[in-house]
């Protein structure tokens, strides 16, 4: 019976479900979208534009990321049976997705981005994804960002109103009608490293940057 249970959440009626039941459900939120024009602004002048966000945060902005697919994003996303699911989603809602993480596919799916990037100027990157630690920013994602010369924008949501789950992430869901703030930071340029030191300084700055808008537990 369990079985039969992880076939059909893998399978493309069950991904449309899903995507169809996400959109319904996040009908519900308030949303108040926080300096967006800024980094668009960057996107017109011809700058390449890296979103970052935490694992813990993303579920609330897959309705509003739809107003995106006009731009060709792209997102990388694990090779993992919850990645076919999320990717699943992430296509119908007009996003390119390059399937690798750290664990498995990762170099493969980061020279994908890259390239992306490279040809279409904006893209996505979960810091922390798939599997963590909470709140610690892969190494990746700096390089990414360098070898596409794009600019990394720092992305937060919150929520007035949401539960926690008792994950690794302490993932968000906000509850309905709860109103949901998605706020883009300051973007920020990393020059290229002279030595491996530099290059932990510069994730570092990123992590640190970025943690304090995380939603911390003890």
Known sequence: MLKKMKFIIYTKPFIAFIYFFIRLYSMTFRFNVVNEQQWQNELKAGKRVLLCAW?????????????????????MISQS???????????????????????????????????????YGFGAQILDGPRGPMGIVKPGVIKMAKESGAIIVPFYISSDKAWFFNSWDKFMLPKP????????GEKISFEPAQTPEQFEQQRQYLEDTMRKRLFLFS
């Open 177 to 184: 009608f709860s109103k949901v703030t998605l706020l883009f």
């Open 81 to 119: 049976r919850d990645g076919e699911l999320i990717a699943g989603v992430a296509n119908r809602t007009g996003w390119h997705t390059a399937r690798g993480s750290s664990s498995k596919g990762g170099k493969e799916a980061l020279l994908e981005m890259i390239e992306h990037l490279k040809c």
């Open 55 to 75: 694992h813990q945060q993303f579920f609330a902005a897959i309705r509003h990321f739809k107003s995106y697919a006009r731009l060709n994003p792209g997102l």
